[in-house]
Protein backbone atom coordinates (compact mmCIF):
# COMPACT_ATOMS: atom_id res chain seq x y z
CA UNK A 1 0.00 0.00 0.00
CA UNK A 2 1.46 3.25 -0.72
CA UNK A 3 0.03 7.19 0.36
CA UNK A 4 1.32 10.42 0.15
CA UNK A 5 3.00 12.44 -2.31
CA UNK A 6 5.74 13.85 -0.59
CA UNK A 7 9.28 13.56 -0.69
CA UNK A 8 10.51 11.68 2.73
CA UNK A 9 9.89 8.09 1.72
CA UNK A 10 9.19 5.05 4.59
CA UNK A 11 9.06 1.51 3.80
CA UNK A 12 7.25 -0.46 6.79
CA UNK A 13 6.86 -3.98 6.60
CA UNK A 14 5.22 -6.34 9.30
CA UNK A 15 4.56 -9.97 9.80
CA UNK A 16 8.34 -11.19 8.12
CA UNK A 17 7.65 -13.90 11.11
CA UNK A 18 4.08 -15.61 10.60
CA UNK A 19 3.38 -15.34 14.50
CA UNK A 20 4.11 -12.17 15.23
CA UNK A 21 1.21 -10.54 14.50
CA UNK A 22 1.08 -7.20 17.13
CA UNK A 23 3.10 -4.88 14.78
CA UNK A 24 0.78 -6.06 11.66
CA UNK A 25 -2.56 -4.58 13.59
CA UNK A 26 -0.89 -1.37 14.52
CA UNK A 27 0.39 -0.83 11.17
CA UNK A 28 -3.57 -1.62 9.98
CA UNK A 29 -4.15 1.37 13.24
CA UNK A 30 -1.82 3.94 11.49
CA UNK A 31 -3.36 3.24 7.75
CA UNK A 32 -6.92 3.71 9.07
CA UNK A 33 -5.32 6.98 10.83
CA UNK A 34 -3.68 8.35 7.33
CA UNK A 35 -7.21 7.40 5.63
CA UNK A 36 -8.82 9.77 7.62
CA UNK A 37 -9.49 13.21 7.95
CA UNK A 38 -7.76 14.69 10.41
CA UNK A 39 -4.93 17.38 10.51
CA UNK A 40 -2.62 14.99 11.44
CA UNK A 41 -3.12 12.76 8.74
CA UNK A 42 -3.30 15.74 6.03
CA UNK A 43 0.41 16.88 7.84
CA UNK A 44 1.90 13.46 7.38
CA UNK A 45 0.61 12.63 3.96
CA UNK A 46 2.02 16.30 2.83
CA UNK A 47 5.05 15.39 4.79
CA UNK A 48 5.94 11.38 3.20
CA UNK A 49 5.32 9.10 1.22
CA UNK A 50 4.50 5.82 3.22
CA UNK A 51 5.01 2.51 1.29
CA UNK A 52 3.61 -0.69 3.60
CA UNK A 53 3.63 -4.42 3.50
CA UNK A 54 1.51 -5.22 6.33
CA UNK A 55 1.79 -9.08 6.07
CA UNK A 56 5.19 -9.95 4.32
CA UNK A 57 4.62 -13.88 4.98
CA UNK A 58 0.95 -14.63 4.82
CA UNK A 59 1.39 -18.13 4.24
CA UNK A 60 3.52 -18.26 8.00
CA UNK A 61 0.51 -16.37 9.03
CA UNK A 62 -2.01 -19.03 8.29
CA UNK A 63 0.21 -21.79 9.86
CA UNK A 64 1.13 -19.77 12.79
CA UNK A 65 4.94 -20.20 12.13
CA UNK A 66 7.75 -18.05 11.98
CA UNK A 67 8.96 -19.42 8.65
CA UNK A 68 7.44 -19.27 5.70
CA UNK A 69 5.88 -21.85 3.66
CA UNK A 70 9.33 -23.19 2.46
CA UNK A 71 10.43 -23.38 6.20
CA UNK A 72 12.39 -20.55 5.65
CA UNK A 73 12.98 -17.80 8.03
CA UNK A 74 13.09 -14.48 5.93
CA UNK A 75 14.88 -12.49 8.43
CA UNK A 76 18.32 -14.63 7.66
CA UNK A 77 17.51 -14.81 3.60
CA UNK A 78 18.80 -10.99 2.72
CA UNK A 79 21.84 -12.16 1.26
CA UNK A 80 21.12 -15.42 -0.79
CA UNK A 81 17.25 -14.49 -1.43
CA UNK A 82 15.90 -17.68 -1.97
CA UNK A 83 12.88 -16.99 -0.91
CA UNK A 84 9.58 -15.23 -2.77
CA UNK A 85 8.82 -13.33 0.07
CA UNK A 86 12.52 -12.00 0.43
CA UNK A 87 12.88 -11.28 -3.08
CA UNK A 88 9.62 -9.03 -3.10
CA UNK A 89 10.78 -6.68 -0.34
CA UNK A 90 14.30 -6.22 -1.53
CA UNK A 91 12.73 -5.56 -4.90
CA UNK A 92 10.44 -2.79 -3.27
CA UNK A 93 13.22 -1.98 -1.21
CA UNK A 94 15.11 -0.76 -4.53
CA UNK A 95 12.71 1.00 -6.64
CA UNK A 96 10.90 2.77 -3.49
CA UNK A 97 13.99 4.10 -2.16
CA UNK A 98 13.38 4.62 1.15
CA UNK A 99 14.79 7.59 3.06
CA UNK A 100 14.14 5.12 6.10
CA UNK A 101 13.21 1.60 6.98
CA UNK A 102 10.79 0.22 9.75
CA UNK A 103 11.40 -3.55 10.58
CA UNK A 104 8.25 -4.40 12.34
CA UNK A 105 8.13 -7.64 14.57
CA UNK A 106 6.93 -9.09 17.92
CA UNK A 107 9.08 -10.59 20.68
CA UNK A 108 8.31 -13.27 23.39
CA UNK A 109 7.49 -12.64 26.78
CA UNK A 110 10.81 -14.08 28.19
CA UNK A 111 12.21 -10.16 27.88
CA UNK A 112 12.81 -8.03 30.39
CA UNK A 113 14.19 -4.32 30.84
CA UNK A 114 17.43 -5.06 32.14
CA UNK A 115 17.17 -6.89 35.56
CA UNK A 116 14.42 -4.29 36.64
CA UNK A 117 11.52 -6.41 36.90
CA UNK A 118 9.72 -5.48 34.61
CA UNK A 119 8.72 -6.74 30.70
CA UNK A 120 10.00 -5.17 27.80
CA UNK A 121 6.92 -3.99 26.24
CA UNK A 122 8.34 -2.43 23.61
CA UNK A 123 12.25 -2.78 22.31
CA UNK A 124 13.99 -1.01 19.53
CA UNK A 125 17.00 -1.29 17.61
CA UNK A 126 19.21 0.68 15.08
CA UNK A 127 21.04 -2.16 13.56
CA UNK A 128 24.49 -2.07 12.92
CA UNK A 129 25.92 -1.60 9.45
CA UNK A 130 29.36 -3.68 9.91
CA UNK A 131 30.72 -6.32 12.54
CA UNK A 132 32.58 -3.49 14.47
CA UNK A 133 29.26 -1.69 15.20
CA UNK A 134 30.22 1.61 14.42
CA UNK A 135 27.92 4.26 14.04
CA UNK A 136 27.45 6.39 10.75
CA UNK A 137 25.73 9.17 9.65
CA UNK A 138 22.54 6.45 8.40
CA UNK A 139 22.88 4.76 11.61
CA UNK A 140 22.62 7.73 14.30
CA UNK A 141 19.72 8.82 12.60
CA UNK A 142 17.95 5.68 13.34
CA UNK A 143 19.57 5.90 17.06
CA UNK A 144 18.57 9.80 17.32
CA UNK A 145 15.34 8.68 16.25
CA UNK A 146 14.71 5.99 18.65
CA UNK A 147 15.79 8.48 21.10
CA UNK A 148 13.05 10.36 20.20
CA UNK A 149 10.45 7.97 20.55
CA UNK A 150 11.81 6.48 23.89
CA UNK A 151 11.12 9.98 25.05
CA UNK A 152 7.68 10.01 24.26
CA UNK A 153 6.90 6.53 25.14
CA UNK A 154 7.80 6.39 28.60
CA UNK A 155 5.07 8.63 29.45
CA UNK A 156 2.81 5.75 29.03
CA UNK A 157 4.97 3.04 29.69
CA UNK A 158 7.46 4.05 31.74
CA UNK A 159 10.69 1.84 32.39
CA UNK A 160 9.14 -0.72 30.12
CA UNK A 161 10.91 0.14 26.87
CA UNK A 162 14.40 -1.72 25.91
CA UNK A 163 16.70 -2.06 23.56
CA UNK A 164 17.65 -5.19 21.70
CA UNK A 165 21.41 -6.60 20.74
CA UNK A 166 23.08 -4.90 18.05
CA UNK A 167 25.12 -8.33 17.21
CA UNK A 168 25.60 -7.71 13.21
CA UNK A 169 24.42 -10.33 11.30
CA UNK A 170 24.22 -9.10 7.50
CA UNK A 171 21.77 -12.02 6.66
CA UNK A 172 19.18 -10.08 8.93
CA UNK A 173 17.07 -7.59 7.10
CA UNK A 174 17.83 -4.81 9.08
CA UNK A 175 21.35 -5.04 8.92
CA UNK A 176 21.65 -5.33 5.21
CA UNK A 177 19.38 -2.07 4.73
CA UNK A 178 21.24 -0.47 6.95
CA UNK A 179 24.62 -1.57 5.75
CA UNK A 180 23.14 0.26 2.34
CA UNK A 181 22.90 3.22 3.95
CA UNK A 182 19.39 3.77 4.91
CA UNK A 183 18.47 4.49 8.21
CA UNK A 184 16.21 1.18 9.57
CA UNK A 185 14.80 0.94 12.73
CA UNK A 186 13.46 -2.45 14.58
CA UNK A 187 10.76 -2.47 16.48
CA UNK A 188 9.80 -5.32 18.81
CA UNK A 189 6.18 -5.51 20.33
CA UNK A 190 6.68 -7.17 23.80
CA UNK A 191 4.48 -8.02 26.75
CA UNK A 192 2.29 -5.81 28.54
CA UNK A 193 0.95 -6.64 32.39
CA UNK A 194 -1.47 -9.62 31.34
CA UNK A 195 -2.06 -8.50 27.57
CA UNK A 196 -1.57 -11.66 26.29
CA UNK A 197 -3.20 -10.75 22.87
CA UNK A 198 -1.14 -8.27 23.21
CA UNK A 199 -4.11 -5.00 22.43
CA UNK A 200 -2.54 -2.94 25.08
CA UNK A 201 1.13 -3.83 23.39
CA UNK A 202 -0.44 -2.65 20.07
CA UNK A 203 -1.55 0.77 21.14
CA UNK A 204 2.24 1.66 22.29
CA UNK A 205 2.96 0.61 18.64
CA UNK A 206 0.99 3.15 17.23
CA UNK A 207 1.71 5.80 19.80
CA UNK A 208 5.87 5.28 18.73
CA UNK A 209 4.67 4.83 14.88
CA UNK A 210 2.67 8.26 15.27
CA UNK A 211 5.37 9.83 17.27
CA UNK A 212 8.46 9.16 14.90
CA UNK A 213 6.89 10.25 11.63
CA UNK A 214 6.72 14.12 14.28
CA UNK A 215 9.63 13.59 14.80
CA UNK A 216 11.05 13.28 11.66
CA UNK A 217 8.69 15.75 9.84
CA UNK A 218 10.12 17.81 12.57
CA UNK A 219 13.96 17.47 11.77
CA UNK A 220 14.13 16.73 15.07
CA UNK A 221 17.00 13.83 14.07
CA UNK A 222 19.90 16.19 13.89
CA UNK A 223 21.51 15.76 17.44
CA UNK A 224 23.82 13.83 18.38
CA UNK A 225 21.36 11.75 21.33
CA UNK A 226 23.31 8.67 21.40
CA UNK A 227 23.47 8.74 24.53
CA UNK A 228 20.16 8.97 25.22
CA UNK A 229 19.71 5.89 23.37
CA UNK A 230 22.38 3.81 25.03
CA UNK A 231 20.52 5.14 28.73
CA UNK A 232 17.67 2.48 27.11
CA UNK A 233 18.47 -0.43 29.41
CA UNK A 234 19.18 -3.37 27.06
CA UNK A 235 17.26 -6.75 26.56
CA UNK A 236 17.66 -9.19 29.34
CA UNK A 237 16.23 -12.92 29.38
CA UNK A 238 14.70 -12.91 32.78
CA UNK A 239 11.24 -13.51 32.59
CA UNK A 240 8.95 -16.89 32.44
CA UNK A 241 4.95 -16.41 31.81
CA UNK A 242 4.39 -18.27 35.05
CA UNK A 243 6.83 -18.83 38.48
CA UNK A 244 5.93 -21.51 41.48
CA UNK A 245 8.65 -21.01 44.27
CA UNK A 246 9.00 -23.00 47.22
CA UNK A 247 6.86 -26.01 46.17
CA UNK A 248 7.83 -29.41 48.46
CA UNK A 249 7.93 -32.63 46.19
CA UNK A 250 8.36 -35.64 47.42
CA UNK A 251 11.14 -37.53 45.66
CA UNK A 252 12.32 -40.88 46.52
CA UNK A 253 10.60 -40.88 49.49
CA UNK A 254 12.45 -37.84 50.73
CA UNK A 255 11.01 -34.60 50.54
CA UNK A 256 12.63 -31.58 49.31
CA UNK A 257 11.38 -27.72 48.55
CA UNK A 258 12.53 -26.35 45.14
CA UNK A 259 10.83 -24.21 42.27
CA UNK A 260 9.79 -24.57 38.53
CA UNK A 261 8.49 -22.42 35.85
CA UNK A 262 6.02 -22.83 33.59
CA UNK A 263 5.68 -21.14 29.36
CA UNK A 264 2.95 -20.81 27.51
CA UNK A 265 3.54 -22.36 24.17
CA UNK A 266 1.23 -21.01 21.25
CA UNK A 267 -0.41 -23.32 19.41
CA UNK A 268 -2.09 -23.64 16.69
CA UNK A 269 -5.57 -26.21 16.96
CA UNK A 270 -8.04 -26.62 14.55
CA UNK A 271 -7.74 -23.17 13.32
CA UNK A 272 -7.94 -21.61 17.00
CA UNK A 273 -4.73 -20.07 18.78
CA UNK A 274 -4.70 -21.76 22.04
CA UNK A 275 -1.77 -20.32 24.55
CA UNK A 276 -0.99 -24.22 26.79
CA UNK A 277 1.49 -23.85 29.93
CA UNK A 278 4.16 -26.45 29.62
CA UNK A 279 7.27 -26.55 32.70
CA UNK A 280 10.06 -25.78 31.28
CA UNK A 281 12.33 -25.01 34.30
CA UNK A 282 12.98 -27.01 37.52
CA UNK A 283 15.31 -26.04 40.15
CA UNK A 284 17.03 -22.81 41.04
CA UNK A 285 15.39 -19.74 39.70
CA UNK A 286 16.83 -16.57 40.94
CA UNK A 287 17.13 -13.71 39.47
CA UNK A 288 13.84 -14.29 37.37
CA UNK A 289 10.53 -12.60 37.06
CA UNK A 290 7.20 -14.39 36.40
CA UNK A 291 4.71 -12.63 35.02
CA UNK A 292 2.76 -14.82 37.21
CA UNK A 293 4.00 -15.41 40.57
CA UNK A 294 3.18 -18.17 43.42
CA UNK A 295 4.59 -18.36 46.47
CA UNK A 296 3.59 -21.78 47.85
CA UNK A 297 5.40 -21.67 51.33
CA UNK A 298 6.25 -25.81 51.63
CA UNK A 299 2.80 -26.41 49.85
CA UNK A 300 3.45 -30.38 48.74
CA UNK A 301 3.24 -30.65 44.84
CA UNK A 302 1.04 -33.74 43.29
CA UNK A 303 -0.47 -34.28 39.78
CA UNK A 304 -2.12 -36.82 37.60
CA UNK A 305 1.24 -38.31 36.51
CA UNK A 306 3.69 -38.89 38.82
CA UNK A 307 3.49 -36.46 41.63
CA UNK A 308 6.40 -35.04 40.64
CA UNK A 309 7.09 -31.48 38.08
CA UNK A 310 8.90 -32.71 34.99
CA UNK A 311 9.78 -30.80 31.63
CA UNK A 312 7.08 -30.31 29.06
CA UNK A 313 4.83 -31.34 31.25
CA UNK A 314 1.61 -29.63 31.04
CA UNK A 315 1.48 -27.15 33.71
CA UNK A 316 -1.78 -28.82 35.58
CA UNK A 317 -1.11 -29.50 38.92
CA UNK A 318 -2.70 -29.10 42.97
CA UNK A 319 -0.85 -28.45 46.04
CA UNK A 320 -1.66 -29.73 49.42
CA UNK A 321 -5.08 -31.14 47.92
CA UNK A 322 -6.68 -27.91 47.80
CA UNK A 323 -5.44 -25.48 45.36
CA UNK A 324 -5.56 -26.85 41.96
CA UNK A 325 -4.21 -24.22 38.97
CA UNK A 326 -5.19 -25.60 35.48
CA UNK A 327 -3.06 -24.41 32.57
CA UNK A 328 -0.75 -22.38 34.76
CA UNK A 329 -3.33 -20.30 36.58
CA UNK A 330 -4.55 -20.94 39.97
CA UNK A 331 -8.05 -22.18 39.77
CA UNK A 332 -10.49 -20.10 41.82
Not at 95 to 117: A, E
Not at 206 to 222: A, M, Q, R
Not at 303 to 329: C, E, H, R, T, W
Request: aromatic residues 12%; charged residues 20%.
Amino acid sequence: MKLGMEKTRILLWSQMHGNESTTTKALFDFINLLNGNSELAKKFLDAFTFCCIPMLNPDGAKLYTRANANQVDLNRDSQNLTQPESRILREIFESFKPDFCYNLHDQRTIFGVGNTGKPATLSFLAPSYNEAREINASRLKAINLIAGINSVIQKYIPDQVGRFDDSFNINCIGDTFQSLGVPTVLFEAGHFQNDYFREETRKYVFISLVSSFEIISENDIVNNKIDKYLIIPQNNVVFYDFLYKNIKINYDGMEIITNFAAQYKEELIEGKLCFNAYIVKIGELEHHFGHFEYDAKGALYQDNYSNIPKLDQKANFYLSDNVAFVNGLMKV
